[in-house]
């Protein structure tokens, strides 16, 4: 029994957790673009990010390496120092994001500017870094974050003609006044945005933390398998909610508030209550994890104790770089950059920065030295070296469709 | 050595040269003042359509009880804000001789929603949101600034 | 647990050891094989003595020219301190057991001194090229083969080389096993190093770090490492 609850609770914390201000951002505004033509980048995205969580969670639950233990190990100190600057970049930019996108949430309540709620938003972050247990970041946010079902409620609310919603699912579906090229733009950053590189960092971290062995290894693709899925189902019923009520108007989505919206018009302010408590758990376990991850893939280079499973104290240096991280964090914000715009320059970046990530998973995943019988299957290798192509052609692309489309714009 | 160093210089150029091709396409073409022009009027006008959908929206939604008035109120300080930007940015931009008098009904056009999203921000400051009248406006305001940037969009 | 590497007879000191993370008898982390320390015994053996970590181990790592000028950066930052050279060191006796981490037979506690001066490194017999009769003409060292038993008593002795054109490190571990991984990464990767060979250390091989080169006679054992 106690068995089925763990599984139950990973899988539903899967669920909340996998949405982040990127995805949020992301798929309203293609949504509201784009309509139905890009969700089957959704799917591309959530399926990759399955096959290569479960890559790091296996090697994560056989031999305790966490994912930059592994590019160290693989690819040597100077292709290593490239890639973790590469990758701290990217996931700093992203906790910049998350933690704005905690101030956005709480200013949709408030109205107060979210530029002065960003303090208290950072130390309320730090300090759930510093004292709470891994394992309730993880429980609890996850929980709440699942209040964003509100938006599959919505969209099932709004009743848009599902026939015809079918039948634009093709991207030849695209609406006549985008260009192919913000069309690609945009699979990009939504591809980008559902294959985050922190959150295998933070799933396998993770795993450590939890302290898993490969007995460990059902629950974990239960985890996997089930919730990030229907993670992606939220995402695609955010795009869904915003390609109902925005597309017909001609409604660009720019705001934290607008992505909520369509949730109003269906449901009502109890509704649209729900989803932004969904909103606020949502960036706020994301700014956890990003937060950490940062920490973790320092840690895991230089080869410092991390983690929260040893004391504070004994994990000194790590909880120095959360600080700093946060402080620096919230003086980006303090300088008054749209969070938004954040969001939307982290999701490309994360998308040049994939192949850093998941060629040393592919590689050591197939390793007998690291995880002996659990070693990569022919499906798992066709898979990872599909989206190996896939990771490095988005990634190639990434740079020169944001010069020609001037970030989505054009 | 040596070898791999040309190599490495090789694999190099050709990424240059195609990440170069599609920005070239891009910058080599001469585009004509006025085409240039009409590009961005069509811009403008049609953000200025999606503020102007966006600020009725969340007002009409409030209207309906459906919205609290702190979200409403964020919703539509964006979109005043969001407005004043769209026909800041235009008005900056030089007008092509050849379209000095579309360029002042545009601009008229721009500085009229800009008036209209402020008074629905101050409807949604003072809390009165059944304003049929006004949403009437707004909306009639958003399909004729999507139908003007629908005259740019061919040039 | 990955099957320990303790019983194995012989190991490859730059993909078995090098980078991976040391762990104390609590479990603790303490650094990364930042660099391997070696000795050249009376004999002429070549003696892997030791665990090197801290920045002047890894400096000199990131290649001949960004290496030497990150560490001679690092030098001048305390040119005062004599030690600022020398990075730290864990004694390999101290070493219990290799597998996906190193694992260290007490605490670590206060373990780590300062290293001795005037020994050599993997990291900088690594890269070093090759010369001689059977190896490719631009070969350089790539790993080194140690015989020993980790954990066990006896000495580790680097008993051959891997040889070939190309990098350190840029084989990802593709040459040592029959089953290798994804089919199009493992046969790009060994297509690489087509002309990767093992000579063994003794009669007809020169280490000459001194000199930065390594020079092969005909008498050296070469044979291929791949086939």
Same mark, same amino acid.
């Not at chain 1, 299957?377 to 990434?398: E, P």
């Given at each position: ?69 592994l590019?160290?190990e693989r690819l040597g ?8 600057? *590469? ?154 909610? =915003?390609?109902?009520?925005?597309? #017909?108007?001609?409604?660009? $989505? ?84 749209? #969070? ?20 040393p998973?592919?590689v050591v995943?197939n390793d007998p030295d690291y995880?002996?019988?659990?070693s ?13 192509? $896939? ?20 | ?20 091709? #599609? ?5 080599? $073409? ?28 969340? @007002?009409?939604? =409030? ?20 407005? *004043? ?44 949101? +059944? ?25 | ?10 190991y490859d000191?730059a993909l078995h050891?090098l ?22 015994? +009376? ?12 920045? #002047?181990? @890894? ?7 960004? *290496? ?74 790539l790993d ?18 891997v ?6 490190g840029a084989l990802l571990g593709y040459d040592r096993r029959?089953?290798p991984g994804?089919?199009?990464v493992g046969?790009?990767v060994r297509?690489?190093h ?10 007809? $091989?020169?280490?000459?770090?001194? =000199? ?16």
């Open positions: 029994m106690k068995r089925y609850f763990a599984v139950l609770l990973g899988v539903l914390t899967a669920i909340g957790g996998f949405v982040d201000i990127g995805d949020l951002v992301t798929n309203a505004q293609v949504g509201a673009r784009f309509g139905w033509s890009l969700v089957w980048i959704v799917v591309l995205g959530v399926v990759g990010i399955c096959v290569f969580a479960e890559m790091s969670g296996r090697i994560a639950a056989v031999s305790h390496r966490a994912t930059f233990d590019v160290r100190p100077r292709m290593g120092l490239l890639n973790l600057v *590469g990758s701290m970049l990217v996931t700093l930019l992203t906790f910049i994001a998350e933690i704005g996108g905690v101030a956005l949430a709480l200013q949709l309540v408030s109205s107060v500017h979210h530029v002065l709620l960003v303090p208290f938003v950072a130390v309320a972050v730090w300090i759930v870094l510093w004292r709470a247990k891994f394992s309730s970041i993880e429980n609890v946010l996850g929980l709440l974050g699942l209040t964003l079902i509100g938006f599959a409620v919505a969209l099932w609310q709004l009743g848009p003609d599902w026939s015809e919603m079918v039948a634009t699912l093709s991207p030849a579906e695209k609406p006549a006044g985008e260009s192919w090229a913000t069309y690609a733009f945009f699979g990009v950053a939504l591809f980008g945005a559902a294959m985050t590189p922190y959150e295998v960092f933070f799933f396998s971290s993770g795993g450590v933390e939890e302290r898993w062995t490969s007995k460990d290894i059902g629950v974990m693709r239960a985890n996997v398998f089930i919730g990030f899925p229907l993670g992606g189902v939220l995402s695609v019923a955010i795009a869904g909610c =915003a390609a109902v009520v925005f597309l #017909p108007q001609g409604i660009v $989505v720019e705001s934290l508030g607008q992505v909520g919206l369509p949730v109003a018009v269906a449901l009502g302010k109890i509704g649209l209550a729900v989803v932004v408590l969904g909103f606020f758990a949502a960036t706020f376990g994301a700014a956890c994890e990003t937060g950490l991850s940062v920490g973790y893939s320092l840690a895991q280079y230089v080869g410092f104790q991390w983690g929260k499973f040893v004391r504070p104290t004994e994990a000194a240096g790590f909880h120095v770089v959360l600080l700093v991280v946060t402080v620096l964090a919230a003086g980006v914000l303090l300088t008054g950059v749209d #969070p938004i715009m954040v969001t939307e320059v982290s999701v490309v970046f994360s998308a040049i920065a994939l192949p850093l990530t998941y060629f998973i592919l995943a995880l002996g019988e659990h990569n299957g022919w499906f798992a290798n066709a898979l990872g070296i599909f989206y190996l192509v $896939v990771i490095t052609v988005v990634s190639l692309a990434a740079i020169p469709l944001m010069v020609v489309t001037s970030m989505g714009q054009g | 050595m040596g070898s791999q160093r040309r190599t490495v210089v090789a694999v190099l150029l050709v990424l240059a040269a195609l990440a170069a091709g #599609p920005l070239a396409a891009c910058t080599v $073409v001469d585009e004509p003042a006025a085409a240039d022009w009409d590009h961005s009027a069509e811009r403008a006008l049609s953000d200025m359509a999606s503020e102007v959908g966006s600020a009725r929206l969340a @007002l009409d939604t =409030a209207r309906r009880e459906r919205l609290w008035p702190p979200y409403a109120l964020v919703l539509v300080t964006e979109a005043e804000e969001a407005a *004043g930007t769209v026909e800041e940015d235009l008005s900056r931009l030089q007008v092509p001789p050849q379209r000095e008098q579309q360029a002042e009904q545009v601009l008229d056009l721009l500085a009229v929603a800009v008036t209209t999203v402020s008074e629905a921000r101050s409807r949604a400051v003072e809390g009165r949101y +059944d304003d049929p009248a006004l949403l009437d406006r707004m909306e009639r305001l958003a399909s004729r600034l999507t139908g003007e940037a629908g005259r740019y969009a061919s040039g | 647990m990955t099957a320990a590497r303790g019983s194995r007879p012989s000191a050891l980078d991976r993370q040391v762990v104390d008898s609590d479990g603790r982390l303490v650094a990364k094989v930042d660099d391997v320390e070696l000795v050249r015994a +009376d004999d002429g053996r070549l003696l892997v003595t030791g665990i090197l970590s801290g920045l #002047p181990a @890894l400096l000199p790592r990131f290649g001949p020219r960004a *290496g030497s000028l990150a560490a001679r950066v690092h030098r001048e930052i305390r040119w005062a301190a004599a030690d600022q050279e020398q990075p730290l060191v864990i004694g390999f006796d101290l070493v219990d057991e290799v597998t996906s981490e190193v694992r260290l037979s007490c605490s670590a506690e206060g373990l780590l001194e300062r290293a001795q001066g005037g020994r050599w490194r993997l990291g900088t017999l690594l890269g070093t090229p090759v010369h001689g009769p059977g190896v490719h003409r631009s070969a350089r060292v080194a083969r140690v015989r020993g038993r980790l954990g066990g008593p006896g000495d580790h002795v680097v008993e051959a080389l040889v070939g054109p190309g990098r350190p029959s089953e994804p089919w199009l046969s790009f297509w690489l087509r002309h990767a060979v093992v000579v063994d250390l003794g009669a007809g $091989v020169e280490l000459d770090l001194e =000199a930065g080169e390594v020079r092969i006679t005909g008498d050296a054992s070469v044979r291929p490492l791949l086939g």
